[in-house]
């Protein structure tokens, strides 16, 4: 089993529509996670942290599942300029932390 | 305002030819990572210097070396580059190796011909 999973995609949505992508992580020790953005061809970007409590930037929402050791990423209201690859990040360790990134969830937003 | 800058962005060299890759940050950050990225895959850590200590990944090949002259500065060598090494080549840094925020730059293109 990978050390963390994610539906490759692609997602292909109308804009304006909701969507959201699940991480699934093996590792129940892991203890931050991160989702970040990739444009094609371009860097990472850091999209948002994720806390147990679920966080909200306007119209994204993350959420952690510890339980069933998944985070997710809601996307309201998409818009033709969330078309990109979202990629979840697990941090686990001790002393020196690792991150592990999944392969990405490809989403493109249809006009 | 560019924070972590890579250098070339994009690179082509021949099978076997050996090939630096150029990163630098003005964050004065102690962490600084090289990741490999295929297309279509996640992006697989190489190594990291914290400082001037060096950490190598257990499956990263004897082929990739790196240097950290300074905290500003690390370079990535391919010593003799395969077909296979073609990626996307990401510089990160971050303050420390706990659970940070990493930043990265551009990344560098190379194409192994």
């Known amino acids: 089993r990978k050390e963390v999973e994610q539906d490759p995609g692609p997602f292909n949505v109308p804009e304006g529509a909701t969507v959201a992508f699940n991480c699934t992580y093996s590792?129940?020790?892991?203890?931050?996670f991160f989702w970040y953005r990739q444009d094609c061809r371009k860097e990472p970007k850091l999209l948002m942290s994720?806390?147990?409590?679920?966080n909200e930037d306007g119209r994204f929402t993350a959420q952690l599942n510890r339980a069933s050791q998944y985070i997710s990423l809601l996307i309201r209201d998409s818009k033709l300029s969330d078309s990109a690859t979202y990629l979840c990040?697990?941090?686990w360790g001790s002393g020196t932390y690792k991150y592990i990134f999944g392969t990405g969830t490809r989403l493109k937003v249809l006009a | 305002d560019a924070m972590v800058i890579q250098n070339p962005r994009y690179q082509v060299t021949q099978f076997g030819k050996p090939v630096t890759l150029s990163c630098s940050q003005t964050?004065?950050?102690?962490?600084m990572y090289w990741y490999q990225q295929k297309s279509s895959q996640a992006p697989k850590l190489l190594f990291h210097?914290?400082?001037?200590?060096?950490?190598n990944e257990a499956d990263t090949p004897d082929n990739f070396q790196s240097r950290r002259p300074n905290t500003s500065f690390c370079f990535l060598d391919i010593r003799s580059p395969g077909l296979g090494d073609t990626a996307m080549y990401l510089c990160?840094?971050?303050?420390?190796?706990?659970?940070?925020?990493?930043?990265f730059g551009p990344g560098t293109r190379l194409l192994v011909l």
């Open positions: 990160a840094t971050s303050r420390e190796t706990t659970q940070e925020t990493q930043y």
């Open positions: 964050l004065n950050h102690n962490v």
């Open positions: 210097y914290y400082d001037k200590d060096f950490n």
């Open positions: 994720v806390y147990s409590s679920g």
């Open positions: 990040v697990v941090i």
């Open positions: 590792n129940s020790a892991s203890q931050s």
